[in-house]
């Protein structure tokens, strides 16, 4: 099911809704450009973020973008980990709401 050549049909929303699209690639390109967080650490932090929603597509363009801005292999696996204890932390104080 997901194939990144499945990525070349977003042309179909920038044919179909330009104005919003238009728009959300100016936001995307905006919000990982350096400011005060360089390019690396909002690479890896959108890569926490796609491992945690497990976004195929994600996963692979941020490890890629990631990897460009220099980030190691033990940078990768450090982040993972952090993505993972997030998941496992939201199950647990989210099974807070089990006990009325």
């Not at 929303?13 to 650490?41: C, R, T, Y």
């Not at 959108?46 to 292999?73: D, F, I, M, N, S």
């Amino acid at each position: 099911m997901y194939d990144m050549k499945n990525l070349s049909q977003l042309k179909k929303l920038d044919e179909n809704a330009p104005d919003a699209m238009k728009a959300f690639w100016a936001f995307d390109k905006a919000a990982f450009q350096p400011g005060s967080i360089d390019v690396l650490h909002k690479q890896l932090m959108a890569l926490a973020v796609a491992l945690t929603t497990q976004c195929p597509y994600c996963l692979e363009l941020h490890r890629k973008a990631a990897v460009e801005a220099g980030a190691t292999e033990a940078m990768l696996a450090e982040t993972a980990l952090v993505a993972a204890v997030m998941r496992a932390g939201a199950a647990i104080t989210h099974a807070t709401h089990l006990y009325k």
